[in-house]
């Protein structure tokens, strides 16, 4: 069984083809949550008829604390065996579900990290490069502690990491990088080089694709280091409830 866990806020503009692209590749056991903090929009309507007209769709009211908070609470209501994340703008390529799913099939890997080419407002190619490209994509601790490859709109991992993920520590700036990191620490994390999803890049995206200042980039690596501890300690716990 797949979950996606899809946070939502005021998306009235994209959503509808965001969930499209989805729902085509899901099977009829599957479910997409979405978490929703806003729908002042216009769209809470539309969301509750696509969701009465079909059982995979689960909306459900967010905490309103912005979108690490959102998807938290949408995390802890998957019942998948493998979770994938989505944001409420882009498009999820025909084939996504299935290459993901057959490279958690060769590996041991606890997370997948692929690809995204970028798009504009209308979907079309915009002329920038590849995620990959931009941050230089890789696995490894140190890597990620440098420049984070974690983009939660290209990640998938295992339900078993949601002991260890939940609840995102309130010092983190962003779900994406703890959950990448708790999968390193865990099982690794695979890559696919090859863009399954077209990152929409119109304006108003909550991740932005430049750094902050220096004091607040000091600030992310010192809660990095206390994030690995407070995972480290959460693992071994996990082990000891196994072994118990």
């Not at 041991?108 to 080419?117: F, G, K, T, Y």
């Not at 959950?179 to 090859?194: C, F, H, M, P, Q």
């Not at 990152?199 to 932005?208: A, S």
Request: proline letters at 4%; glycine letters at 10%; a positive charge.
């Amino acid at each position: 069984m797949i979950s996606v866990a899809l946070a939502y806020y005021n998306g009235k503009k994209y959503i509808k083809e965001q969930l499209d692209s989805i729902l085509m590749q899901l099977e009829p056991e599957d479910e997409v949550i979405i978490s929703v903090d806003g729908a002042e929009d216009g769209s809470r309507q539309l969301l509750e008829e696509w969701a009465a007209g079909d059982g995979r769709i689960r909306l459900t009211k967010g905490p309103g604390q912005g979108v690490i908070r959102n998807f938290e609470h949408a995390l802890g209501l998957c019942r998948g065996d493998y979770i994938f994340l989505s944001d409420q703008d882009d498009i999820w390529e025909k084939n996504k579900v299935k290459k993901v799913l057959r490279a958690f099939s060769r590996s041991d890997a606890m997370a997948v990290l692929h690809n995204a080419s970028q798009v504009d407002a209308h979907g079309k190619p915009n002329g920038q490069p590849d995620l990959f490209t931009i941050r230089k994509s890789n696995t490894g601790i140190l890597k990620n502690f440098i420049k984070n490859s974690y983009v939660g709109c290209c990640m998938a991992f295992r339900r078993e990491l949601l002991p260890l993920i939940l609840p995102i520590p309130g010092y983190m700036y962003m779900h994406d990088y703890w959950i990448g990191t708790t999968a390193e620490l865990t099982g690794g994390v695979a890559l696919i080089k090859e863009p399954l999803i077209r990152y929409r890049r119109h304006g108003e995206n909550v991740t932005m694709m430049h750094h902050g200042s220096p004091a607040a980039m000091l600030k992310k690596r010192w809660n990095i280091i206390r994030g690995l501890f407070v995972l480290r300690r959460r693992r071994r716990l996990v082990w000891n409830r196994k072994k118990g």
